[in-house]
């Protein structure tokens, strides 16, 4: 099995662009999570789905920012009107059912830019 | 809120030297904590998971314990190589709500030859 995949790994937006990030979670995986990473900072909670269900969206920074997972496996996070202040990067983790002993496992992330 | 904390920042070692990183969080009523490894430009790896009914996880040289009453984690690395150089990320999982896992800032270990 492969791991948790994130595309693209890299993407540079012009200030006001849309963006759209895609995460494969490990196959069979129920739990999903988003996460930003400011450069030098720990990893900030952004969006949790259990299967098509987002339990939580407390973390998403604005309205511009929105997260789906249609059919409970592939997601995706969007970002409208890209600003300076959403670059960093972007992780998405995946575990395999809702229990709270299960281990979290992360893609490599996708690293944006905004010019 | 769950706050946490990880100290030092940045910690610089000759190989061979045993190394104690510590994370502390300050809601002591959590279900698991976490113990990640982080490459540069790379996601994060796994290292050791304690639940919080375990005192403490070992894998290799590499130990994790847990002190839920006074909100401490303590990650023990013997023997260090230079390819532990990384950043080691703690995360807590607490009680309540949706389970989210709360990270701490990291510590950034040079392991020099």
């Known amino acids: 099995g492969a791991g948790v995949s994130q595309s693209p790994r890299y993407k540079v937006a012009k200030r006001g662009q849309d963006v759209a990030l895609r995460c494969d979670p490990i196959s069979g995986h129920v739990s999903l999570f988003w996460y930003q990473q400011a450069l030098g900072q720990g990893p900030e909670f952004l969006t949790y789905?259990?299967?098509?269900?987002?339990?939580?969206k407390s973390g998403l920074p604005s309205d511009r920012f929105f997260a789906e997972r249609p059919e409970g496996s592939v997601s995706t996070l969007k970002i409208q009107r890209t600003q300076q202040e959403d670059s960093a990067v972007y992780l998405c983790?995946?575990?395999?059912?809702?229990?709270?002993?299960?281990?979290?496992?992360f893609g490599s992330g996708t690293q944006l830019s905004v010019l | 809120k769950q706050e946490v904390t990880q100290i030092p920042a940045a910690l610089s070692v000759p190989e061979g030297e045993n190394l104690v990183l510590n994370c502390s969080f300050t809601?002591?009523?959590?279900?698991?904590l976490q113990w990640f490894r982080q490459d540069p430009g790379k996601g994060l790896t796994s290292l050791l998971l304690?639940?919080?009914?375990?005192r403490e996880q070992t894998s290799g040289r590499l130990n994790a314990s847990l002190d839920k009453s006074s909100g401490r984690s303590t990650l023990y690395i013997a023997a260090s190589q230079p390819g532990d150089s990384a950043t080691y990320l703690c995360a807590v999982k607490v009680a309540g709500g949706s389970y989210i896992p709360t990270f701490g800032r990291g510590t950034s270990l040079i392991v020099h030859p």
């Open positions: 304690i639940q919080s009914s375990q």
């Open positions: 983790a995946s575990s395999p059912r809702t229990s709270v002993d299960e281990k979290l496992f």
């Open positions: 809601d002591s009523a959590i279900y698991n």
């Open positions: 789905f259990q299967n098509e269900a987002q339990l939580d």
